[in-house]
């Protein structure tokens, strides 16, 4: 969801870096061939994403969802040399599409895909990650949590994606939507940890960032 005017939402947009043109034709054919393709990062929000990975220049990235592999490149364009995004991914039915895109960014070789549940994968990785890019399904957001911040480094980024869910954050909770409580959760839990210095953004649908203190 946007939530600025469509007029403003577009001056923004014309006066940021253009979307390079691998991304442009990855958006359209996510639109074109994948359910759901709003979860994609698109133009603002991932030039933002490559904005933070290339004021860091980190050597390593992690990314909880994958999708079509969007966030991953933008990600990359700003990694130290030798550095990688670690993925995970779910759905290894997008791993054609992921390929694809990445050999044409000139990024496969920077990424490294893990396909699987996250809370498997994640209490088996490493700890040191300078940026850790949280887009997973949100109802598993909480149980990430704590695995994420084990997982970054002291000066590390943390950005949770969708923390405003379409605007729901702020409206009366349906005692069914357990999608919205997690995240309004999630969203709390941030604010009041004494681990990390926040900013919730209103980015597109909302990037909560948190520097680990």
């Known amino acids: 969801m946007e939530f600025l005017p469509e007029e403003i939402a577009q001056y923004a947009a014309s006066h940021s870096e253009a979307e390079p043109h691998v991304l442009q034709m990855l958006s359209r054919e996510t639109y074109q061939r994948v359910l759901m393709p709003r979860m994609l990062s698109g133009h603002l929000q991932g030039r933002t994403l490559s904005l933070f990975s290339r004021m860091m220049q980190p050597n390593r990235i992690l990314e909880v969802g994958a999708y079509t592999g969007y966030s991953a ?103 069914n939507d357990v999608d919205t409580k997690v995240i309004k959760e999630l969203n709390a839990k941030m604010q009041s940890d004494p681990r990390f210095f926040n900013v919730l953004l209103p980015i597109r649908d909302g990037i909560h960032i948190g520097m680990k203190l």
């Open 73 to 175: 490149i933008c990600f990359a364009e700003g990694l130290a040399l030798g550095g990688v995004v670690d993925t995970l991914e779910v759905n290894d039915e997008l791993n054609s599409i992921q390929d694809k895109y990445w050999e044409l960014a000139g990024v496969r070789e920077k990424i490294n895909r893990m396909n699987g549940s996250a809370l498997d994968i994640l209490p088996t990785l490493t700890p040191g990650y300078d940026i850790i890019f949280l887009d997973a399904d949100k109802r598993n957001y909480i149980n990430y949590y704590e695995d994420c911040v084990r997982l970054l480094r002291q000066g590390g980024m943390l950005m949770v994606d969708n923390v405003l869910w379409s605007g729901k954050v702020v409206e009366d909770l349906r005692p």
